[in-house]
C-alpha cells in the first residue's frame, strides 16, 4: 500500500463521517420539524385557539391597547380583573404570534421538500392569518408608545 492508496483510505474514511453525520443532522431536523408540527396541531385543538377565535377582536384590542389596558386606576373596583383578563389575553396573544412565526419559520426551510412546506400551509393557513394581525397589533402598540413618552 503506498502513500496514495493511504491518502485514499483516509478520504474515504472521511467522507464516510461526514456522510452519517449529514445524516444524523437530516434526522434531527425532521425530529425538530415534527415537533414544531405537533406543536401546531396541539395549538389548534386547545382551548386557547378556540378562546382566541371566539374574542380575536378583544384580544387584538388587548394587545393594542396593552399600554393604557395596564394603566387603569388602581381605584377602579374591577382594576385587578381588568389587569388580569388583560395580561392573560396579551400572553395568550402573544403566545400564537410565536407559534405563527415559528410556522412561518419552518415553512420557508422547508423549500427543499414541497409536500411538507404544503403540509404545513394547509395546517396553519389561520394561524399564520392570526399571528398577522396579532404582529400588526403589537406594531400599533408599539406606535403610540412611541408617539406618546411618558
Not at 410556522?103 to 412546506?117: F, M, N, S, V, W
Given at each position: 500500500m503506498d502513500r496514495d492508496d493511504i491518502a485514499l483510505a483516509r478520504a474515504d474514511i472521511e467522507l464516510?463521517?461526514?456522510?452519517?453525520?449529514?445524516?444524523?443532522?437530516?434526522?434531527?431536523?425532521?425530529?425538530?420539524?415534527?415537533?414544531?408540527?405537533?406543536?401546531?396541531?396541539k395549538l389548534l385543538t386547545s382551548d386557547l385557539w378556540a378562546q382566541f377565535l371566539e374574542h380575536e377582536t378583544k384580544f387584538l384590542y388587548c394587545v393594542r391597547h396593552e399600554h393604557s389596558m395596564l394603566s387603569v386606576d388602581k381605584e377602579d373596583e374591577n382594576y385587578e380583573t381588568i389587569i388580569k383578563v388583560t395580561e392573560q389575553a396579551i400572553g395568550m396573544a402573544k403566545a400564537i404570534h410565536r407559534i405563527a412565526k415559528r410556522?412561518?419559520?419552518?415553512?420557508?426551510?422547508?423549500?427543499?421538500?414541497?409536500?411538507?412546506?404544503h403540509k404545513i400551509k394547509t395546517l396553519a393557513v389561520g394561524l399564520m392569518s392570526a399571528g398577522g394581525k396579532i404582529g400588526k397589533a403589537m406594531e400599533e402598540a408599539d406606535e403610540v408608545v412611541d408617539s406618546n413618552p411618558v
Open positions: 464516510e463521517e461526514m456522510e452519517l453525520r449529514l445524516q444524523e443532522a437530516r434526522t434531527k431536523a425532521e425530529q425538530v420539524d415534527a415537533q414544531i408540527i405537533a406543536s401546531i396541531e410556522a412561518g419559520q419552518l415553512i420557508e426551510l422547508c423549500h427543499y421538500d414541497p409536500t411538507k412546506q
